[in-house]
């Protein structure tokens, strides 16, 4: 999949911007805080609905400004399409080749991209929520479903818990909590067998490119740690089964602290490399190598998935990168993922990604093409 154009109105320091591709490779020169990171979060915010470094979209509105829209051209093997997000003060809004979407989780998946950012080498040590957030915005773009079921989810977690907190006051009532235990579960049982699945997959791709980025010497294992004591090799119905006996026996805890204890908002990733957890005892390096290794395998994800391979974003990681690790992964990208990238100096980058690329210039919210 290409992106050909793109549009920017009032999006972060653009006041209006145009700029087309034709290049595999597009990068983004310029010195700190021009701009160049907000365009790259312009295209994942078009393709995904969401920033990835804030949750708050008014961020992303030009200051003082009302609005801000983001349209793309796109090409894939099907043929061409367009996306159009308007970001309001009041909400957001995506259109498809023209057509307002009724829901956002509708919209999210027409254009796949993967992001590798500075916030990702945070992916391993960094909070639960980080990797939850990852694991979000990765199935998302290729199951519509399972973002069906998270907002549905969402909306049931926040009235239990409202319920909960009455109970823990001695109002409302149990037999209603019964209700929602019963919503919350079927619905809990889908997220968590959607993240199981997608966790397997995603371990199968990054092995054996990490195996192949540490030089054969480095074995990484990726599982899911599921909430609770529901264990990770389960069907639905299990799932479902062992979710009810949970909440079951943790009835009379959950009223008394007022909140939900269990389920997919508490569970987490673990990495171990060679057999060791990598969160306490990873280096940098290993923290840098299996960032890079995930990214790798969720571009041939998406692929498998899809059919079409995403968009890649580089966010300045380039230079994070050592020579290997860089080559590596221009090797893997080369000629089938467009790549757009942000740095302050080309120098660090490879001759030959360089002779196959666009450069453009970004000052004070400009770009132009050299
Ligand atoms: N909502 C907004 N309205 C106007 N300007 C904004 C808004 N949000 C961020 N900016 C400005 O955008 C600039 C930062 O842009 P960006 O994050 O793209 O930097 P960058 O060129 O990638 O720099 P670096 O190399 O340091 O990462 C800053 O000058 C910041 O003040």
Redesign the pocket.
């Known amino acids: 999949m290409d992106l050909k154009q793109l549009t920017l109105r009032q999006f972060?320091?653009y006041d209006q911007a145009a700029l087309s591709f034709q290049q595999p490779v597009n990068i983004f020169l310029?010195e700190?805080?021009?701009?160049?990171?907000?365009v790259l979060e312009a295209i994942y915010v078009l393709a995904l609905a969401k920033s990835h470094r804030t949750t708050k979209d008014k961020?992303?509105?030009?200051?003082g400004e009302e609005f801000a829209r983001i349209e793309g051209h796109f090409a894939r093997r099907t043929g061409p399409f367009e996306l159009e997000l308007i970001l309001s003060l009041k909400g957001k809004k995506g259109k498809v080749n023209g057509l307002e979407q009724r829901k956002l989780s509708e919209y999210v998946g027409a254009a796949n991209v993967v992001m590798f950012a500075p916030e990702d080498l945070g992916l391993v040590k960094g909070s639960p929520q980080v990797r939850r957030r990852f694991l979000d915005m990765e199935i998302g773009q290729i199951s519509r479903v399972y973002l069906y079921h998270l907002g549905l989810y969402q909306k049931v977690l926040v009235q239990r818990n409202h319920l909960l907190k009455d109970l823990q006051a001695r109002k409302g009532s149990g037999e209603m909590l019964d209700i929602l235990t019963d919503q919350l579960v079927a619905l809990a049982a889908e997220v968590i067998s959607r993240r199981l699945a997608f966790v397997k997959r995603l371990q199968e791709w990054a092995f054996p490119i990490h195996y192949d980025i540490s030089r054969g010497k480095e074995k990484l294992e990726i599982s899911y740690v599921p909430p609770g004591e529901v264990s990770d090799e389960m069907d639905l119905s299990n799932i479902k089964e062992e979710l009810y006996q949970v909440y079951k026996q943790k009835r009379d805890k959950e009223i008394q602290r007022g909140v939900t204890l269990f389920g997919p908002q508490r569970d987490d990733l673990s990495f171990r490399v060679n057999g060791h957890d990598i969160q306490t005892y990873g280096s940098q390096g290993q923290q840098r190598t299996t960032a890079l290794a995930l990214k790798l395998a969720e571009i041939e994800l998406i692929y498998a998935e899809v059919g079409e391979y995403p968009l890649l974003l580089l966010d300045?990681v380039l230079s994070e990168l050592d020579d290997y690790r860089q080559s590596h992964l221009l090797r893997s990208i080369q000629d089938k993922v467009q790549t757009f990238v942000?740095t302050?100096s080309v120098e660090g980058i490879d001759e030959q990604t360089l002779k196959q690329a666009a450069v453009f210039e970004?000052t004070e919210g400009t770009v132009e093409k050299r």
Do not use: S
């Open positions: 972060r320091n310029g700190n805080a021009q701009g160049k990171t907000n961020e992303l509105i030009r200051w300045d942000t302050t970004v």
